[in-house]
């Protein structure tokens, strides 16, 4: 009669664990599949955000929740922004071009696009969630959290602008540069008179 209560609360912990780490498995199936699909990806958590929005706007409260999810944003966006080495802080061997005669480096940035629309869409769920509770809904006066955002929106990326234009780097692909060929001489700066 040992052995017999002892194996019912292990076990009981070995199948939840089981059962936990299928299903752990079966999220990262599908995260992985959504990973080529960009535009999808990102009308979904449009999708979020408007959600949240509303909900938002229908309870008239959680804007102290609001603020915290912008200012997280606003971190995400700046590490978005930013190079994975930032030729300010550390001499590197060039992995940003400074001149046009260098050899072609692609920008890597220090947040990569799959996890920031990941770490913005995980962040409105819990902001969504959290606009169930009344615990969080305290009550501040809104239009100042929303000037305050602001100015920090404004001079975070007046800073990270200015950076962008010191060390003459560009964290968007515009698309794949084409090699045109030499342009032919302009028939108006010909030496020939006809």
Not at 143 to 166: A, E, G, S
Request: hydrophobic fraction near 45%.
């Amino acid at each position: 009669m040992e052995g017999v209560g002892g194996d019912g609360p292990s076990a009981a912990a070995a199948a939840l664990n089981q059962k936990r780490h299928e299903v752990s498995r079966l999220f990262q199936y599908y995260l992985d599949k959504s990973t080529p699909h960009a535009t999808y990806r990102w009308v979904g958590t449009f999708v979020l955000v408007c959600l949240y929005a509303l909900r938002v706007y229908y309870v008239q409260g959680f804007y102290i929740v609001s603020y915290g999810l912008g200012i997280y944003i606003l971190n995400l966006l700046i590490g978005f922004l930013s190079p994975l080495v930032d030729p300010e802080l550390e001499q590197t061997d060039g992995l940003l071009p400074t001149k046009g005669s260098d050899e072609f480096k692609p920008f890597i940035r220090r947040l990569p696009e799959f996890k920031f629309w990941y770490a913005i869409t995980k962040a409105f769920c819990v902001a969504f969630v959290m606009t169930f509770f009344s615990m969080f809904d305290v009550p501040v006066f809104w239009p100042i959290l929303l000037c305050y955002w602001l100015v920090l929106f404004v001079l975070t990326m007046k800073r990270q602008i200015m950076h962008m234009m010191k060390y003459k780097y560009i964290p968007f692909n515009i698309g794949k540069q084409k090699y045109r060929g030499k342009r032919p001489a302009s028939s108006a700066s010909s030496p020939r008179a006809d």
